[in-house]
């Protein structure tokens, strides 16, 4: 089975700062990749992904996310945060070979203070 | 644009009423989805269908039931509302496919039973 962690369930930060989302996962089979990001009384919407190749994943808003193996992590990034990136971020994986069931990490809240 | 939408953004319901959730994709989208989002457990499956009249259990099927008589609408159904079933519900639905596809997700339900 797979699973997903994240172990900040709330990371405060001030604008323009650098910030960095965590998030590890188990899994005995391959696995694709995922954030999503769920802004207030909105769905998720998906911020990027990953599927193969790089590593190095950039998806929409400035954020980029490094898939490492061998930690079997997947932390989400950004160089200088806005006000408008509080959100909520969930971190997702699936497995190649069963691509529609997502498994959620529990979110991390991001608090971006002027 | 890709669409999801659900019937209502609040609902308050009386616990043992019988509740009916919509949720209808202009997608043409063979995948549809049903899920739980409570604090500090991310979001968790309740139902799956990959057709009209398919359905397959998610993570946490106990207490719903679903419905999808036509391809863009997917019922959840609790037949007898309780207390311990108030939390976010979101629909999702994807295209069917041996590799993976997005899953767009819907506003989501906030339901209170009191």
């Known amino acids: 089975a797979q699973s997903v962690t994240q172990l900040d369930s709330q990371v405060p930060v001030f604008e323009e700062a650098p910030v960095e989302l965590r998030c590890n996962y188990s899994s005995s089979v391959s696995v694709y990749l995922f954030w999503y990001v769920q802004y207030p009384n909105q769905g998720l919407q998906l911020l990027l992904k990953?599927?193969?190749?790089?590593?190095l994943v950039k998806g929409i808003n400035g954020f980029e996310a490094e898939f490492n193996k061998s930690q079997t992590s997947f932390h989400l990034r950004k160089p200088s945060v806005h006000i408008s990136d509080t959100a909520e971020y969930f971190c997702?994986?699936?497995?190649?070979?069963?691509?529609?069931?997502?498994?959620f990490g529990s979110g991390t809240r991001l608090l971006v203070r002027p | 644009d890709v669409k999801v939408t659900q019937s209502s953004r609040y609902l308050v319901k009386r616990t043992g009423e019988k509740v009916f959730l919509e949720c209808v994709q202009d997608?043409?989208?063979?995948?549809m989805f049903w899920y739980r989002q409570d604090p500090g457990l991310g979001l968790r499956l309740i139902y799956f269908?990959?057709?009209?009249?398919?359905?397959e259990k998610g993570d946490i099927p106990e207490g719903y039931s679903v419905s999808r008589e036509k391809k863009e609408r997917f019922s959840l159904i609790l037949e007898s509302a309780s207390t311990n079933q108030t939390s976010m519900y979101l629909c999702?639905?994807?295209?069917?496919?041996?590799?993976?596809?997005?899953?767009?997700f819907g506003p989501g339900t906030r339901l209170t039973v009191l």
């Open positions: 997608m043409d989208h063979e995948n």
């Open positions: 999702a639905s994807s295209l069917r496919g041996r590799t993976y596809n997005e899953q767009f």
């Open positions: 269908s990959y057709d009209v009249k398919m359905k």
């Open positions: 990953y599927l193969s190749g790089s590593t």
């Open positions: 997702a994986v699936t497995r190649m070979d069963s691509s529609y069931k997502l498994i």
